[in-house]
């Protein structure tokens, strides 16, 4: 067989929907929204024989196809070992070193390893396991995982009502106020991050060197890094938010997710999962440090 061929036939729905936003986990193959508008364009999928686009709307009864050639689905191995956080039948957490993409088109990102280093779930509707968000390339911290297709699709749910709180810790530079809220616009949009500095040490070159505590409220892109730089204070080892004379080189960004908290999906309990702090960040403020 030269393609990767999947078909699903749509019930009786309520009203139309574009098929974007329909298709979103009836497919092993593309369990996201994004794999989905990638397929779309690509014109992996048909309803009814016509090649569907993003403008399809489906009202019932249709025949869905998935047709992947052959070749795109042989993925190569990407043997990177991952420290584990989390797992279970539904979703997992892992530890994000620096320097590697969560996802992309490249072929050494965090998603390729993930197969290598999760137990396959034994869920009716079990998937390839998959980010459910992103952290920057030079982010350290915990990734979130889903395993299934109903995982996935709530997870990214949760994660668009904001129904998953996040705790990061930066090296901020300069003198700051103890706690606050930063809410200046970021494209545009509205934003919000909460933070509280934890500790802080004098530093020859730098000042002052803060531990911050961050919350954020909104998930827009390069948010806690922007939305420092605007109160003057940006995160140690960020080369494209700074201020001139105060770039550390070498060291990386001084940038980690620490927490997720959330109520299970499935289990329905309260989890809360933790990745320790970087050594680099325990050497400017004390092993006791979290």
Do not use: W
């Not at 990767?4 to 298709?23: A, F, K, T, W």
């Amino acid at each position: 067989m030269n393609s990767h061929i999947e078909n699903h036939i749509v019930p009786d729905i309520p009203e139309p929907q574009r098929l974007q936003e329909y298709g979103v986990g009836i497919f092993k193959a593309i369990p996201t929204k994004s794999a989905l508008k990638k397929a779309l364009k690509k014109k992996y999928v048909s309803v009814n024989g016509a090649i569907a686009t993003s403008a399809t709307f489906i009202y019932g009864g249709e025949e869905i196809t998935l047709a992947i050639p052959k070749e795109k689905m042989l993925k190569k191995r990407f043997n990177f070992p991952l420290k584990v956080l989390f797992e279970d039948k539904y979703l997992a957490a892992i530890h994000k070193p620096a320097g590697v993409e969560v996802s992309g088109n490249k072929f050494k990102t965090i998603a390729n390893a993930l197969p290598q280093n999760l137990r396959p779930s034994p869920m009716s509707d079990a998937t390839t396991p998959q980010p459910i968000h992103r952290l920057d390339f030079a982010t350290t911290g915990i990734v979130l995982v889903g395993k299934t297709n109903s995982g996935i699709r709530v997870l990214n749910k949760m994660f668009e009502d904001k129904l998953i709180s996040k705790t990061y810790y930066a090296v901020a530079i300069g003198d700051m106020e103890p706690s606050g809220t930063i809410s200046s616009e970021i494209d545009g949009k509205a934003s919000r991050s909460d933070f509280e500095v934890i500790k802080s040490v004098p530093s020859e070159r730098f000042g002052t060197l803060n531990l911050v505590k961050l919350h954020p409220k909104t998930g827009r892109r390069h948010q806690l890094r922007k939305h420092l730089y605007s109160l003057g204070n940006p995160i140690l080892g960020d080369k494209e938010y700074c201020l001139e004379g105060l770039i550390l080189k070498g060291k990386g960004l001084y940038l980690h997710a620490h927490a997720l908290e959330f109520e299970h999906p499935f289990t329905n309990k309260i989890i809360h999962i933790t990745d320790e702090l970087p050594e680099k960040f325990r050497k400017l403020f004390g092993y006791d440090t979290r």
